[in-house]
Each structure stands twice: as structure tokens, then as C-alpha cells.
């Protein structure tokens, strides 16, 4: 009677974590004196945050002010793919920030081919956007996990439903 135990590969965030720190750059960017004449408006849309403001130099204030919100809250920075400056009515910047979730076909297949040749008492299987990691022992799959948090994927990577 073996038991199999498993866990799954995703590339999450917690939404509402996402909201508050978006509130909170809203806020900081109305109380600092630098962007407060600005007209910035940062607008976080279902899988995207739209940033409107009146310079470059100020969308780059408002990247710095998001990026420590969102490190604050323990959201991970790969999550936010920023989008290419387009310029808006009246000498205005407009910037389109996409929120990646998921994990692709192709980062799906790089993560079970490394943990098929690194480790062969365990087998990935790709599922939709997440990829289910299953082993015989609990040790193994905690293996597979320390090795995935050393490499670098461009999408941020949680473990959940270790069973």
C-alpha cells in the first residue's frame, strides 16, 4: 500500500493584497509634495494596471512608489510586466501594466523537463496553467521544491496543495 503524495507548481498573487497596495500608492501619490499637482491616476483594472500621469519622470516615481507597496505586502515583482509608454492627450503619459498570473506552456514544459532529469523518483504533469508535481516520498517532493526556488523563472512560483 504506497501512498503518493503531490503538490502543485502555480504562479499566483493574492488579489486583494494587489488592491491594497495599489490603494496605498493612490494615497501616497496625493499626500507627496513632488507628484501632488501631477493629475496621476493609477487605475487597476481585472489583469492590469493602467498609470496616467504628465511626465516619464513621474511614471518612473510612480513605478518606485508600486514596486515598494507591492514588496511590502509580499507580492512578488514578476508579477507586474510593465508595458510600453504611450503618450495621452495633452502631453500626458499613459502606461498599461500588465498583472501576470499562470504559468505558460513553455515555462510549464523548462520545469518538468529539469525536474525530469534531476530527479527520477518523481514525475511532473502539466495541468492547464499550473504543473502537479507527484512522489513517492514527502523528502523528494521537498527536494524538487529547495530546487525550483533556485532558479530564476520570469513568473513568481508558489506551491500549494502539498498533500
Not at 82 to 101: C, D, M, P, W, Y
Amino acid at each position: 500500500m504506497a501512498s503518493t503524495y503531490s503538490f502543485d507548481i502555480v504562479s499566483d498573487f493574492d488579489r486583494q493584497e494587489l488592491v491594497n497596495a495599489v490603494d496605498q500608492v493612490v494615497r501616497d501619490i496625493k499626500s507627496r509634495y513632488d507628484l501632488k499637482d501631477t493629475q496621476t491616476n493609477v487605475e487597476l483594472g481585472e489583469n492590469s494596471i493602467t498609470v496616467s500621469t504628465d511626465s516619464e519622470f513621474t511614471l518612473e516615481s510612480v513605478h518606485t512608489i508600486l514596486r515598494e507597496k507591492a514588496a511590502k505586502r509580499n507580492l512578488s515583482q514578476k508579477i507586474f510586466e510593465f508595458g510600453k509608454v504611450e503618450s495621452a492627450s495633452g502631453n500626458r503619459v499613459r502606461q498599461e501594466i500588465t498583472l501576470k498570473k499562470g504559468i505558460s506552456q513553455e515555462i510549464g514544459k523548462q520545469i518538468s523537463k529539469l525536474i525530469r532529469d534531476e530527479f527520477k523518483k518523481v514525475q511532473a504533469s502539466i495541468q492547464g496553467d499550473a504543473v502537479r508535481v507527484t512522489a513517492k516520498s514527502k523528502d523528494d517532493l521537498q527536494t524538487v521544491i529547495q530546487r525550483l526556488k533556485q532558479e530564476d523563472y520570469p513568473v513568481a512560483l508558489q506551491f500549494t496543495n502539498y498533500r
